[in-house]
C-alpha cells in the first residue's frame, strides 16, 4: 500500500476542504440544515465510467450532477428547464407556435407549386 505524506510549504499552500457546509462542532446536523446549506451553496458531483474489454474501450459515460436550488443555479447562469417544453408550458407553447409556422409555410410552398402546375397543365391543353 502507498503511503501519502504531506508536508507545509508556504509556497504551495495545501488546499483544505470547505467547512462552511459542515454544522458547526456543538450543533446537531439534521438533514433539513444539510439540505438548507446545500441548495444555498450547491455541490457538483462528477465522474467517467469506462468499460473496456482489453485495450479497447466499448462506452464511457460522462456523470456532471449539480444539486442547487433554482436561485442558485440561476444565479450561476442555469435555466435548461425554462426552454425545455415538457418542464414549461411557456417554452411549450413557443414550441407550438414554431410548428405551427412552419406547417404554413410548407402549406404555401405546395400551394405554390400546386398552382404553377395546374397553370402548365392548362397551356398544355390549348
Known amino acids: 500500500m502507498e503511503r501519502i505524506v504531506a508536508s507545509h ?3 504551495h499552500p495545501v488546499p483544505r476542504a470547505r467547512t462552511d457546509l459542515l454544522p458547526a462542532r456543538n450543533q ?20 467517467d ?4 474489454v482489453g485495450e479497447v474501450e466499448l462506452l464511457t459515460i460522462k456523470v456532471r450532477l449539480l444539486v442547487a436550488s433554482i436561485d442558485k443555479a440561476q444565479e450561476i447562469g442555469i435555466d435548461w428547464w425554462r426552454s425545455d417544453p415538457a418542464l414549461s408550458s ?10 405551427n409556422r412552419q406547417l ?6 405546395l400551394e405554390g407549386h400546386l398552382a404553377a402546375l395546374a397553370a402548365r397543365s392548362g397551356r398544355d391543353e390549348h
Open 9 to 11: 510549504d508556504e509556497r
Open 49 to 52: 465510467i469506462s468499460i473496456s
Open 104 to 109: 404554413k409555410e410548407r402549406l404555401d410552398r
Open 90 to 99: 411557456q417554452a411549450r407553447r413557443n414550441q407550438l407556435v414554431d410548428e
Open 28 to 47: 446537531p446536523a439534521n438533514l433539513a440544515d444539510l439540505l438548507e446549506r446545500v441548495l444555498d451553496k450547491g455541490i457538483v458531483i462528477a465522474g
